[in-house]
């Protein structure tokens, strides 16, 4: 929708409440029974103020008109009523108790993840998510989409180029898309175990009702049940670092004939990977595959260039590590070091691939590493 | 000042020459004067990063800096505002008001009120000397939670942790020595419930300050020999816990909010009366509810943490509670609409900005119950809709009645009058340009806008560049405030003793500009009756 028709569509949009959530003024009713509860929790309340505004900023106006000394008004002098205190104490509990009983019924609910029919473990890294799913072995890393990567100056040098300024406007879902999205059947009760790897990250798809923290070292639960076929958006809700606003959720909720192709699609590719990982790779397939991995998991911090930003983001170019024993090399990039996270959730060929092409682009001459390194590195 | 407090002594007792006044000065109204102009400063200077912050959310995209930096400002942004603005502009004001309000010569510390009061300038310098060094100025956001502070954080956060604590030190002297002057330097003839309810409501803050400000000291401490002697209170790969840290953060951080909104309580109370012309409406009422709600933020902090994975019963416990606050707060409005009500009113400029706190405050109070409700905090949790939240009530809250104070009591501090064609022309620029500035913000938070990002998807782009709009209108309204009160100060006609007609209070006995001492000899039963507000 164009601006214009959005600025002339936008007044009218006032008028009714469904109208509302398509034009962004108001809270996603969403497709999960929560996501509705909390839309119902949440109109109410907001009409319970409206009435409650009306009536006390009514009053309000109406003194600030009528009782002006311009208009001849001459100062009452009352200044105490127990039993006006008493009333207006009194009042205001019986409403908050009426809105407490909903409330507490929706908390009680979506707190209870025990009739989930299957489990995914989200976690959250600097900056994107993992997501496992346990049961089917299958395991992902989802970034932010190239597209909106590429149209996103987050680098200093490029903030001034032409590109870079207007890139958002012809990107689909800027900001919005992902690499690899999750994908979910529909119609089913679904537990999310939500944790961390490195810092705080919160886990939020509106349409679902669902926002949780993803704390380092515990773990947290939520559920959800889609009704609905469609792709959901979200983003990480907890300020987790530099790139706390490029770490997006997609989730495509498809039907669970879909899901089942879509396992076994996934089953097949993790096969083929592993099997890979048995392999001797060649110096320059392994260079060309850590390309695509550095820039989409490691650029971030250490800069496509491998410049990094010192002293909190170390230089890969002319690194002691990168270009000094392969061992110490492949320690850190697995267990991670200070504010360096782990990356051990990243295949035996993708961590090769990416030290050898850290230990020899940039102007690096370190050692090649084989996916069998990795392999017993771990 | 034991023996002698015959009127002889007075003329010993002007303020010295020169800068050294400044520096050595013990005096209530002089140290008052500086705790407001740095106030002023630091206002000046967060409003500058706030500006920053909506530039580069003008539009969609990165126009003008790195995420990195993006995150320094809305973090120094943050604790400027909080540490250097708001709370100093209060201890300003207490430190002015308090002496005069209770018929005291002076603070009843003063040695200790001119060292809280020199703290602060230099850790102020250390705060946003952080902008200088190596990896930047703290980015964590002003809750700086862990383990994004400690294990992931620039090296300057150990000089934002000394800065954190010299501010804690001040602010509890600030505290200690307000207590203590209410409770010894009252006038003798003066009744705790004959106070008026600025005084009142200092008095309770400094409560909150004092078993708060510690809890902070503790936080940051722990964070300090986590980053630094190997401790591991936040990170559980050593048997710590990253949320105990939200825990002891939001202790403090929940009391603290209401450190900055109680004193503006105040503030309205005592300008609503005066250009309502009528006593203040339910004036005990009002001292239990100051009680109430200062009681009640020391049982609400994980309000702020629902989404932490809390169990159940401990989010209904704390969405009780938090919902309760809505009472005590609401008795607030009632009364001070009640106090209006069938008044003779005028709308000079002080109360302009009170009536329009009484409004919008109200307005922040309204979207404060929204979030207190666990479940759709769900969704409203670290989205605009928090950002408009509480700006809402901490700028058109308590920025609000400092602004409202200040216009109400310059004729007091200064001996002059400010240009009111001119002030009540700032009123209406602010009043409008903030409105711009933070109301699409609700829209921005409901549609699903997370805070503390630097770019947005497109959706979001019409709001945000309507409030960057409203936020530049509302930054430049300083402009002319700063010119008003410059002219107030050089080139104002004098006022009289009362300025106002209706204005109640022991201050407006003393000279039109207040003399150095405040009250040399203790006021009779008789005044403190009749200056009375509530009776």
């Known amino acids: ?378 | 000042m034991t023996t002698a407090t015959t009127s002889h002594d007075d003329h010993h007792h002007g303020p010295e020459k020169g800068l050294m006044r400044w520096v050595k000065t013990t005096n209530h109204k002089d140290i008052g004067t500086l705790y407001l102009w740095f106030a002023f400063t630091m206002l000046l200077i967060g409003g500058a990063l706030a500006m920053g912050i909506r530039m580069e959310l003008l539009q969609p995209g990165l126009q003008l800096m790195e995420p990195h930096f993006f995150n320094q400002l809305t973090t120094m942004h943050g604790l400027i505002m909080v540490f250097g603005a708001i709370m100093p502009a209060f201890v300003g004001l207490g430190n002015w008001l308090i002496p005069m309000m209770v018929g005291a010569p002076d603070m009843a510390l003063p040695r200790m009120n001119n060292w809280s009061f020199w703290i602060l300038p230099f850790a102020g310098a250390i705060l946003l000397s952080t902008f200088f060094m190596e990896g930047g100025a703290p980015a964590f956001g002003w809750t700086f939670y862990a383990p994004l502070s400690t294990t992931f954080a620039p090296d300057s956060t150990d000089f934002f942790i000394f800065a954190i604590h010299l501010l804690g030190f001040s602010s509890i002297m600030g505290a200690i020595n307000i207590i203590a002057t209410v409770l010894n330097m009252r006038a003798p003839a003066m009744k705790l419930m004959d106070m008026p309810l600025f005084v009142w409501t200092w008095l309770i803050t400094s409560f909150l300050l004092i078993g708060a400000m510690p809890v902070l000291a503790g936080a940051v401490t722990m964070m300090l020999t986590d980053r630094n002697f190997g401790t591991a209170f936040f990170d559980a790969t050593g048997g710590g816990d990253p949320v105990m840290f939200q825990h002891i953060f939001w202790f403090f951080g929940h009391p603290e909010v209401y450190i900055m909104i109680l004193p503006a309580f105040g503030v309205v109370s005592h300008i609503i009366p005066t250009f309502a012309r009528k006593p203040l409406f339910g004036y005990s009422s009002m001292v239990y509810a100051t009680a109430s709600i200062a009681f009640l933020s020391y049982i609400v902090w994980a309000h702020h943490m629902f989404l932490t994975g809390m169990p159940v019963a401990g989010e209904l416990y704390f969405m009780y509670a938090t919902m309760l606050i809505a009472v005590p707060t609401g008795v607030k409005v009632f009364n001070w609409i009640a106090t209006m009500w069938r008044g003779s009113m005028t709308f000079e400029t002080p109360m302009l900005w009170a009536v329009s706190f009484v409004f919008l405050f109200t307005i922040g109070g309204f979207s404060g119950l929204m979030l207190g409700i666990a479940p759709a905090d769900i969704q409203y949790h670290d989205t605009y809709f928090v950002v408009a939240h509480f700006h809402y009530v901490l700028v058109t809250g308590a920025l609000w009645s400092i602004i409202a104070a200040t216009f109400y009591w310059l004729p007091k501090w200064t001996g002059k009058m400010y240009n009111e064609g001119l002030a009540k022309v700032h009123f209406w620029w602010a009043v409008i340009s903030v409105n711009v500035l933070f109301f699409p913000q609700h829209f921005l938070g409901l549609a699903g806008m997370p805070r503390r990002i630097p770019d947005y998807s497109l959706q979001f782009a019409d709001f945000n560049m309507i409030s960057s709009i409203g936020g530049f209108a509302f930054g430049a309204s300083f402009i002319l405030f700063t010119y008003i009160i410059v002219d107030c100060i050089r080139n104002g006609k004098p006022a009289t003793a009362r300025p106002w007609e209706g204005a109640k209070g022991l201050e407006w006995t003393l000279a039109p500009k207040a003399q150095y001492h405040s009250f040399n000899t203790p006021p009779s039963k008789e005044l403190i009756k009749s200056e009375s507000q509530h009776s």
Request: proline share 3%.
């Open chain 1, 1 to 378: 929708m164009s601006k214009l028709s959005r600025a002339i569509v936008a007044p009218i949009a006032l008028i009714s409440t469904a109208v509302f959530s398509e034009y962004g003024l108001n809270m996603t009713e969403g497709v999960t029974s929560i996501s509705h509860d909390i839309y119902d929790l949440h109109m109410m309340v907001f009409w319970v103020c409206v009435v409650i505004a009306t009536i006390v900023f009514g009053a309000m106006f109406y003194s600030v008109f009528a009782h002006r000394k311009s208009k001849g008004a001459v100062a009452a002098q009352f200044h105490e009523s127990t039993k006006a205190e008493i009333l207006w104490t009194l009042i205001p509990v019986v409403i908050l108790v009426g809105m407490a009983i909903p409330a507490s019924k929706t908390l009680i609910d979506l707190e209870d993840t025990s009739k989930a029919e299957m489990t995914i473990k989200i976690t959250g890294h600097q900056w994107k998510w993992q997501y496992d799913y346990p049961k089917e072995g299958i395991s992902f890393i989802s970034n932010l989409a190239k597209t909106s990567k590429d149209s996103v100056a987050t680098d200093v040098d490029n903030l001034n180029k032409e590109s870079y300024k207007t890139g958002a406007l012809k990107v689909d879902n800027y900001l919005l898309e992902v690499d690899k999205r999750m994908v979910l059947p529909v119609d089913t009760s679904i537990r999310f175990l939500i944790t961390s790897n490195d810092v705080i990250h919160n886990w939020w798809i509106p349409a679902f009702g669902v926002k949780q923290d993803a704390n380092p070292g515990f773990i947290n639960d939520a559920w959800a049940k889609v009704d609905k076929i469609g792709t959901y958006r979200g983003q990480c809700a907890e300020l987790c670092g530099k790139d706390h606003g490029f770490m997006p959720i997609v989730v495509d909720v498809v039907s669970k004939k879909d899901y089942a192709k879509w396992v076994a699609k996934e089953q097949a590719a993790s096969a083929a990977a592993a099997a890979s990982a048995t392999q001797v790779w060649s110096k320059s397939d392994l260079m060309s595959k850590g390309k695509s991995v550095y820039e989409s998991n490691c650029a971030g911090c250490h800069k496509i260039d491998g410049s990094g930003i010192p002293p909190i983001f170390p230089a890969m170019k002319n690194s002691v590590i990168a270009n000094g024993i392969a061992a110490e090399h492949i320690k850190i990039v697995l267990h991670g070091e200070g504010g360096m996270p782990t990356f051990k959730m990243l295949g035996d060929t993708d961590l090769a691939s990416v030290i050898t092409y850290e230990r020899n682009a940039f102007g690096n001459t370190g050692s090649v590493v084989q996916p069998s390194d990795i392999k017993s590195a771990r």
